[in-house]
């Protein structure tokens, strides 16, 4: 199994900013033959769906170095977070055709469930080296990352012991720590529909100011912005606080 390396990561961090200016030269079928022998394999998600443009511009330019499988949400689920219907849900698998993937499939999902199935059900007999998901429409940036699906999916490859990383289409590149939310809910309009039931349009508004060392301003700025983010939440600073609240707390390590 070839070994993830920094600049393989770098290579699906950085490929969002050369789509069109990124060309391979001609290769001999000698150095094809040993090329594909080293070729890491790669599973490509998103939250926009099987169908969305950003995905299929990825798996074009990640298959000039890398084996793809695709396993995306059949439609549309930005917004998703972690959340996992793979536990709860019959699920669907459905086998389609993307240009560049070795094999491509539309799950009736979460993205976190099309990791999750890509992981542990397609990738069963050859695991994958690497998760990408993306390229998102839209941002991740700031603390909406809790709620966005294409980040939610690559904890899931963490959680799985697969490194990932979720890629954006834009400029240069800045290591920032989470900022503010770049929207927010600005309350939702109303219409009542002729069974007297309401459909609810949410109204956005642009998020608060943003730090100056933050991943939000640098989004704003137009730069590619990578976060570091871990999967345990816990605020160790506060475990201190808490065990001088007055709890019947049991023993460590019982």
């Known amino acids: 199994m070839p070994i993830v390396n920094r600049q393989m990561i770098l290579s699906g961090l950085l490929v969002a900013s050369c789509l069109h200016c990124w060309h391979q030269p001609a290769l001999s079928q000698a150095q094809e033959n040993a090329q594909s022998a080293i070729r890491p394999r790669i599973l490509v998600a998103n939250d926009d769906g099987i169908a969305a443009p950003g995905l299929h511009a990825l798996v074009r330019e990640l298959s000039s170095f890398a084996d793809i499988v695709v396993v995306a949400p059949e439609n549309n689920r930005s917004g998703s977070s972690h959340s996992l219907s793979v536990y709860r849900a019959e699920m669907t698998l459905t086998r389609t055709d993307i240009e560049g993937a070795l094999e491509a499939y539309a799950v009736?999902?979460?993205?976190?469930?099309?990791?999750?199935?890509?992981?542990?059900h397609v990738g069963r007999e050859k695991?994958?080296?690497l998760v990408v998901t993306g390229l998102n429409h839209g941002a991740n940036v700031g603390v909406t990352a809790h709620i966005s699906g294409t980040v939610g999916s690559a904890m899931e490859a963490a959680l799985n012991g697969v490194p990932a990383t979720a890629p954006e289409l834009i400029k240069g590149v800045a290591i920032r720590r989470m900022g503010s939310a770049t929207f927010r809910s600005a309350g939702y309009r109303s219409e009542e529909n002729e069974d007297s039931t309401l459909k609810l349009v949410a109204r956005l508004a642009r998020g608060p100011e943003a730090a100056p060392d933050s991943d939000t301003l640098a989004f704003r700025q137009g730069d590619i912005t990578i976060t570091p983010l871990r999967i345990d939440w816990t605020d160790e600073a506060a475990i201190l606080d808490v065990r001088g609240w007055d709890l019947p707390v049991a023993p460590e390590g019982r």
């Open 108 to 120: 009736n999902g979460s993205p976190a469930d099309a990791v999750n199935i890509g992981l542990l």
């Open 127 to 129: 695991p994958f080296d």
